[in-house]
């Protein structure tokens, strides 16, 4: 198989993630997108780790740090998303604007 085929896919998937992260309102959908975006970049480290023969397959090992790394990510996401909604009983993201500080009053700042 050329090496152009999975490329294109993990591109495919890459842009598919980064337009669910921009265009969703849903924190669990934007996590979802993360994720994808993240499988295309291990996509690319498989690929590229068999196309250059890589004696050492140090793309394959990235690959395994990579999905670590997205389990705990996906772990964190999720009690943070179950936080917020315990608390506002939505996980819209743009209702979620509301958690940044108000603007002080001018005698408070210094």
């Keep these: ?3 152009v085929y999975p ?3 993990s591109a495919l998937l890459f ?3 980064v337009y669910g992260v921009l265009a969703r309102r849903n924190a669990i959908l934007v996590l979802m997108s993360v994720e994808l975006m993240l499988n295309a970049v ?3 480290l498989v690929v590229f780790d068999v196309w250059l023969k890589d004696r050492l397959h140090s793309g394959q090992v990235l ?3 990579v999905i ?3 389990a705990a990510e996906v772990g964190l996401g999720l009690a943070i998303v179950l936080a917020l909604f315990r608390n506002r009983r939505s996980i819209d993201v ?3 604007r509301d958690l940044s500080e108000r603007d002080a009053p001018a005698e408070d700042r210094s």
């Design 1 to 3: 198989m050329h090496v």
């Design 7 to 9: 490329v294109v896919v």
């Design 15 to 17: 842009s598919i993630g």
């Design 42 to 44: 291990n996509l690319n």
């Design 63 to 65: 690959t395994l740090f």
């Design 68 to 70: 670590v790394i997205a």
């Design 94 to 96: 743009d209702r979620l």
